[in-house]
Nanobody, 135 residues
Framework: QVQLVESGGGSVQAGGSLRLSCAAS????????MGWFRQAPGKEREGVAQ???????MFEDSLKGRFSISKDYAQNILFLQMNSLKPEDSAMYYC?????????????????????????????WGQGTQVTVSS
């Protein structure tokens, strides 16, 4: 059994930063992929960023450059650094873990990049931490 506990959410003004943490307990061998999702009121849950055990990271296109994901493998803590926050970033942010994330790629001009895996790949979810960005 894997338990995920998020922390670090809060209220911040536009342009500010927050760092979310997700402490994972249980067997690390149970999952090879972790990520962050968010859901705003009245909207569907969307992927934000993911990291797999080989260190590869994937991002929602519109967030790359402002958000970064990292993981402390020794302590099993997942981080999401969020900079230059905007009011539209306000949402409940969820940490999730998957035994295996499906590989989905997008290729253009001879190069390919890995896309975010869908939420259905993730078996384990935290309770969420609220992020509110005011203008």
């Amino acid at each position: 059994q894997v338990q995920l506990v998020e922390s670090g959410g809060g209220s911040v003004q536009a342009g500010g930063s927050l760092r979310l943490s997700c402490a994972a307990s249980g067997s690390p061998g149970s999952y090879s992929c972790m990520g962050w999702f968010r859901q705003a009121p009245g909207k569907e849950r969307e992927g934000v960023a993911q990291i797999v055990d080989d260190g590869k990271t994937m991002f929602e296109d519109s967030l790359k450059g402002r958000f970064s994901i990292s993981k402390d493998y020794a302590q099993n803590i997942l981080f999401l650094q969020m900079n230059s926050l905007k009011p539209e970033d306000s949402a409940m942010y969820y940490c999730a873990a998957a035994r295996l994330c499906s590989v989905q790629t997008s290729c253009s001009g001879g190069s390919c990049r890995r896309l975010l895996s869908p939420s259905r790949d993730f078996e384990y979810w935290g309770q969420g931490t609220q992020v509110t960005v005011s203008s």
